[in-house]
């Protein structure tokens, strides 16, 4: 016999509510990044996201590539 | 990391049900890349910012910044793929590769920062990316394939 297995305690609306707080207080960067992909998401296809993403995924590769020359 | 991961699932979550968007049969995964691509560009503004107030020197941020091209390449790499619609396993072999240039920059950059307060930031930043990456994996083998147009 092994060692018993520990229970999962279902989630509840308390729970998630002291997720969302530890988030805010804890997790600024978290937070923005979330405010920043509803923003970023809104109303937009899957293409629409794929396009952008590979602009702003060009645009950090050219940036990376300057920085190693500073 | 067991936090991380938790708080990432929370703001995909959030992310996937505001979004409000057109679901298409990878919808999970753009998502979870949309997050990875935000994460990465937050990462790489933590870095340069270090950088510029000296607390990383010009090797640590060569090293760094050469591992984020390389992410970024990889990134792009993917987007194109699942712009393409390639079959899934092409997109996991190059959603691998992306696994795999970020856990490089970890081992070989981030954590050889001297500064521990400057590697704390970088390291909590990269493990958000790559806690989002595990969700792009997730949802990549939840994937339900799209029926072959005649």
């Avoid at chain 1, 600024?28 to 794929?50: C, E, T």
């Avoid at chain 2, 607390?55 to 970024?72: L, P, T």
């Avoid at chain 2, 194109?80 to 072999?93: D, F, R």
């Avoid at chain 2, 490089?104 to 981030?110: E, H, I, K, S, T």
């Amino acid at each position: 016999m092994g060692t018993p297995a520990t229970p999962l305690t279902p989630p509840s609306a308390s729970g998630a509510v002291a997720i969302i707080q530890e988030i805010a207080m804890l997790e600024p960067i978290a937070f923005n990044l979330v405010a920043s992909l509803v923003r970023g998401l809104k109303g937009k296809s899957d293409a629409d996201i794929l396009a952008s993403d590979a602009t702003d995924l060009s645009s950090i590769v050219a940036i990376a590539h300057s920085e190693q020359s500073k | 990391m067991g936090h991380r991961f938790a708080v990432v699932a929370v703001l995909l979550v959030v992310a996937v049900f505001s979004s409000g968007c057109p679901k298409g049969a990878y919808h999970g995964a753009v998502v979870a890349e949309h997050a990875f691509t935000s994460g990465l560009g937050a990462f790489q503004k933590a870095e340069i910012a270090e950088y510029q107030n000296g607390r990383i020197s010009v090797e640590e941020h060569h090293k760094i910044e050469a591992g984020i091209e390389k992410i970024g390449t990889s990134g792009i790499i993917l987007v194109n793929a699942m712009q393409s619609g390639a079959a899934n396993p092409t997109i996991s072999a190059d959603l691998q590769l992306l696994i795999d240039s970020t856990t490089a920059l970890m081992n070989d950059g981030v954590l050889g920062v001297k500064n521990p307060n400057s590697q704390a930031i970088l390291k909590a930043s990269l493990q958000t990316a790559q806690a989002v990456l595990s969700n792009v994996q997730t949802e990549l083998n939840t994937a339900t394939p799209v029926a072959a147009k005649p």
